[in-house]
């Protein structure tokens, strides 16, 4: 019962009613009954602020038009009943006492970790069928998309003194306490907080936001995602391995985080002539520059009609990445490099790195050519034919029904 439902909501929508109903359905096949709601959390794509979340920095995201949906009833037997789209002939039930860090682990352990986060709220349990389209993997926060998701579906049934901002703690807390990703806020935020034609403007260390109007369409522009087929994964290595970097150099420096260095000239200490201060600075380099390349995009976009402006910004933004930060991968360099050549606007590598997807600003009219080059480069590399989509700034986590 539970695997012929979610057979049938996987067929990938951007219409939000067939999407809602494809849910509903999907929900009553497998849990016999239907839910008391459907929600839907987006992906997101950030033009620039990368690794400066946990630096307490600067980012700018926007929320992509694919999302996760979350079918969701509260049950009175205790436990939580997990299925999803994406895995069907899997369902994972555990008691709400029972859940722990790693347990359930998997795709599961997103809502379920949320469930967690709110177990006092919902110590009857919960009913939970998710379908998405966000693709996973590629650097687009498919799980933020996945947990924020479930985080509003509870907060409107079950906590409703919470604010959405409050969710993003819920959905972080989910990711690093009991998935063990050891995120920032970025994705959770966009997912929860990004608006339509508009890029978030958010300080996470204050947690204060604008939405900064980002109408491509009508500059004649377009925000290409060029996954490169490359995978990465958080929840072990190189991230993990960036973000004490960062915890170093700032304590080196004796300041609370890297945002707090005013400039690249105060980076200085850290150039001890050691292996190890060589590589502090590099990593603080990027955070500093990253996030003055952060308020120089936003200036632009509020200053200028012309976004293909922020352009070489984000192209400064990619050789950063690459050369101080060194997360990004021969894939990724090529498609910057390519997209540049073939005459876009400015490109970059986006997300925690280490592979997934490169996002290119170009004008409308140069779109195909731009894909056509980035192909044509892949294949005479032999590399995995890439994946390229046009985005727009798109709606953040709302209810669907
Ligand atoms: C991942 C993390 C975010 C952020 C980005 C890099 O997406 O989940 O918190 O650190 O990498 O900007």
């Known amino acids: ?3 012929r439902g979610a057979e049938r909501a996987r067929s990938r929508t ?10 509903r359905e999907a929900f009553a096949e497998a849990f016999g009954g239907p839910p008391e709601g459907v929600w839907a959390a987006p992906g997101r794509v950030n033009v620039i602020g990368e690794h400066t979340d946990y630096n307490d920095g600067f980012v700018l995201p926007v929320a992509l038009p694919h999302t996760t949906r979350a079918a969701v009833a509260r049950r009175d037997d205790g436990l939580v009943a997990l299925v999803s789209a994406q895995h069907p002939g899997e369902r994972v039930e555990v008691s709400v006492v029972e859940l722990a860090p790693g347990r359930p ?38 799980s933020a998309a996945l947990s924020c998701s479930v985080a509003l579906a509870l907060r409107d049934l079950a906590a409703p003194d919470l604010a959405v901002a409050d969710l993003v703690d819920v959905a972080r807390r989910a990711e690093n306490d ?20 508009h890029a978030l403007f958010l300080d996470t260390r204050d947690r204060s936001t604008e939405q900064v109007p980002l109408d491509l369409r009508a500059a004649g522009l377009e925000l290409l995602v060029v996954d490169t087929g490359t995978t990465h994964d958080h929840a072990t290595g190189g991230y993990g391995d960036r973000r004490r970097e960062c915890e170093q150099a700032a304590e080196r420096l004796g300041v609370r985080a890297l945002r707090d260095v005013p ?16 590589v502090l600075l590099k990593r603080a380099r ?21 976004p293909a402006a922020i ?7 990619h050789a950063s990445l690459r050369d101080d930060f060194e997360i990004s991968t021969v894939e990724l360099d090529t498609a910057v490099a390519t997209a540049r050549e073939a005459g876009a606007a400015g490109a970059r590598m986006v997300g925690g790195g280490f592979g997934g997807s490169a996002v290119v600003l170009v004008d409308a009219g140069r779109t195909d050519d731009v894909a056509r080059a980035i192909d044509d480069r892949f294949a005479q590399q032999g590399f995995p034919p890439p994946r390229a989509f046009a985005v727009v700034p798109s709606t953040g986590a709302r209810r669907l029904a």
């Open 1 to 3: 019962m539970a695997d």
């Open 286 to 306: 990027h955070i500093v520059t990253e996030n003055a390349r952060v308020l120089e995009v936003v200036r632009i976009l509020r200053e200028t009609p012309d």
């Open 105 to 142: 682990g998997g795709w599961a352990g997103y809502p379920a970790g949320v469930v967690h986060a709110l177990r006092e709220r919902v110590p009857g349990g919960v009913s939970v069928l998710v379908d998405g389209d966000v693709p996973a993997g590629m650097g687009l926060s498919s």
């Open 178 to 197: 009991f998935v063990g990703a050891p995120t920032g806020i970025l994705d959770q935020s966009a997912s929860l907080l990004c608006t339509p034609g």
């Open 14 to 23: 951007d219409d939000p009613v067939t999407a809602a109903d494809a849910a």
């Open 263 to 278: 400039d690249v000239a105060a980076l200085a200490p850290l150039d001890d002539g050691t292996p190890e201060g060589t």
């Open 311 to 317: 352009g070489p910004v984000l192209t400064a933004g």
